[in-house]
């Protein structure tokens, strides 16, 4: 429950640091926020999983991905993405090994996924979770366009962070069940 909290603190910050500037209005101050691409804009996920699509087909076919690797593959990224690789790794590294493979699943990396088919409208029954049903289809139609091997990585990703094997993401494979009771 406190990593739900958490998130969603986190979130509303999020939203709150992007609304500053409506709000100062309100009251006749000037705002110092400065415009940045957001980590949570539907147009930057979907940016993030095209420019990916070989990390992904790459360790979902492989089961790892070395540091080196995922940097050569995302050298050709945005400037901004390429800002955020080196962040990206270490919150994903859980075991800190410079190597990504299934042992680095963690709760983090369920919240980070799970959140961005969120916002990308994989949920099409507006129910918080996404059934292995729902993520097929829109993989079908996903902005991100992938071909069938990177559909196929997708789908091993689902099923690697599918924790309590109930065949849908949710806020379940987030928490442990031990915690829940």
Excluded at 37 to 42: A, E
Excluded at 118 to 144: K, W
Excluded at 162 to 177: A, G, M
């Amino acid at each position: 429950m406190c990593l739900i909290s958490a998130c969603l603190i986190l979130s509303w910050i999020v939203i709150g640091t992007q609304a500053v500037g409506s709000i100062s209005s309100l009251f006749n101050t000037t705002s110092t926020v400065t415009t940045a691409p957001s980590i949570y804009d539907k147009d930057t996920i979907t940016l993030f999983y095209k420019t990916f699509a070989p990390l992904f087909v790459t360790f979902f076919t492989s089961g790892s991905i070395s540091q080196q690797c995922f940097g050569i593959l995302g050298a050709a990224a945005d400037p901004w993405l390429q800002a955020i690789f080196p962040v990206f790794f270490s919150l994903v590294d859980s075991n800190h090994d410079s190597v990504l493979t299934p042992a680095d699943i963690s709760p983090l990396v369920v919240l980070m996924v799970f959140l961005n088919f969120l916002i990308m409208g994989a949920d099409t029954g507006n129910d918080y979770s996404i059934s292995l049903a729902e993520f097929t289809v829109f993989l079908n139609v996903a902005p991100f366009q992938p071909n069938d091997v990177y559909k196929n990585a997708l789908l091993v990703m689902f099923s690697a962070l599918d924790l309590d094997h109930d065949q849908k993401l949710s806020f379940l494979d987030i928490v442990p069940v031990n915690i829940l009771g």
